[in-house]
């Protein structure tokens, strides 16, 4: 059975959305990209939610020449949604009807880990599925100050167990924290 591997950026005060907003994000080190392209390089699939699609999609396809824009770039990818029907971005799949099991479904086919970016709605119904094997949290040392109940990691009514099982400090001050869950 393939892994769920989540990859998360958030700030202090839990702020999940428009990272691409955020200062940090700007002169990210040399040793986060190495973490985020071997996450992909062991990967051999990207799950995405919709809004994060439509962050994705534009700022990856326009890139190339370097191993982490190249791997995002070919491998395939699977978005989750009931509206977008013609994906722009190559090697993309919309998952349309009953998400959970088609995620399901891909989870069981034999294959490399699947990472899924973003921590919204689509994060929060696999965790409550218990399809999310692992949580890589990239803490960024400051709070955002700005953003609504939506915007924020957690959910009411979501619930999760996980067991620490890294932490890397990056030069840059961001912290990246991995969680396994502890169901199954």
Request: hydrophobic residues 40%; aromatic residues 8%.
């Amino acid at each position: 059975m393939r892994t769920i591997v989540n990859s998360t950026y958030v700030t202090l005060d839990g702020v999940t959305q428009n990272p691409q907003d955020w200062p940090s994000l700007g002169s990210f080190s040399d040793e986060g990209i190495q973490i985020q392209t071997a996450l992909l390089e062991r990967s051999d699939a990207v799950l995405l939610g919709r809004h994060t699609y439509d962050g994705f999609a534009p700022v990856w396809s326009a890139r190339s020449g370097d191993p982490l824009s190249d791997r995002m770039n070919a491998i395939p990818k699977y978005v989750v949604s009931a509206t977008l029907t013609d994906p722009q971005w190559p090697n993309t799949t919309v998952i349309s009807h009953e998400p959970i099991n088609s995620i399901s479904d891909l989870k069981q086919q034999p294959g490399a880990d699947i990472v899924q970016y973003g921590f919204g709605p689509l994060a929060h119904a696999l965790m409550a599925a218990g399809l999310l094997d692992e949580l890589h949290l990239w803490v960024h040392p400051f709070f955002i100050g700005t953003g609504t109940t939506n915007d924020l990691l957690y959910r009411c009514g979501s619930a999760g167990m996980f067991d620490l099982a890294d932490s890397t400090t990056l030069d840059d001050g961001v912290v990246i924290l991995t969680y396994r869950s502890t169901a199954g």
